[in-house]
């Protein structure tokens, strides 16, 4: 069974900074795609950005919405994944979900994809 805890959101204002912690259980990193997505009151969950893992290294793709904003990483040793999120807007402001998924996704981008899911955590950025 695979568990995935989210925490590090909160309140910010607007231009302030956040990270985001995924500490899974179950399930090791190098095996799996590992994703952060993040949905707003009313509208569709979207995806922000993943890490996948191919050769013994992984890579990051991000959202155009976020690119150069946030960062991903992964400490394999502690099996946590990391959301550093810089030059925070208003519009960031939703509930940031963990998940993954068996394999390197072709499409890391596709919520239906992935197995399991974190509970959320709320980031807030205030104007």
């Known amino acids: 069974q695979v568990h995935l805890v989210e925490s590090g959101g909160g309140l910010v204002q607007a231009g302030g900074s956040l990270r985001l912690s995924c500490a899974a259980s179950g399930r090791t990193f190098s095996s799996y795609t590992m994703g952060w997505f993040r949905q707003a009151p009313g509208k569709e969950r979207e995806f922000v950005g993943a890490?996948?893992?191919?050769?013994?290294?992984?890579?990051?793709d991000y959202a155009d919405s976020v690119n150069g904003r946030f960062t991903m990483y992964a400490d394999n040793a502690k099996n946590t994944m990391y959301l550093q999120m810089n030059k925070l807007k208003p519009e960031d402001t939703a509930v940031h979900y963990c998940?993954?998924?068996?394999?390197?996704?072709?499409?890391?981008?596709?919520?239906?994809?992935?197995?399991?899911w974190g509970q959320g955590t709320q980031v807030t950025v205030s104007s």
């Open positions: 998940a993954t998924a068996f394999g390197t996704l072709a499409n890391p981008t596709n919520p239906n994809l992935y197995e399991y």
């Open positions: 890490i996948r893992w191919s050769g013994g290294a992984y890579s990051a």
